[in-house]
């Protein structure tokens, strides 16, 4: 727990004991043990809410679908004298392709 050891644990409830008092000591435990259930409920709650995240967006981008597809961009467009397009591979990939093919002729020349 916080690479704390029990030696430490006892030491730092020893000094608790000596600055609060044995009067205040449980009121200031049972308060101390409300945030820390509180702080658990709360990281659980958030925890929660990200795993369901993407069901949650799943449903919304399926309520706001178009309801007529959308028109694909022909794979039979001129690259201004780039490599032709690999099946399957999406701009992003092409250009990281492209710029990879770039550097390694720079480094043969």
Known sequence: MFGVGPEELVLIL?????VLGPERMPKVARDIGRVVGDLRR?????????????????KAADAAA??????SIP???????????IEGET???????????????????
């Open 14 to 18: 020893i000094i608790a004991l000596i």
């Open 42 to 58: 709360t990281s659980d709650q958030l925890r929660e809410e990200f795993l369901n995240a993407d069901k949650l967006l799943d």
């Open 66 to 71: 178009p309801a007529a597809p959308v028109p």
């Open 75 to 85: 794979a039979t467009l001129p690259m201004n004298g780039t490599a032709p397009p």
């Open 91 to 109: 701009p992003f990939d092409r250009e990281m392709r492209e710029a990879r093919d770039r550097l390694k002729a720079q480094r043969d020349a």
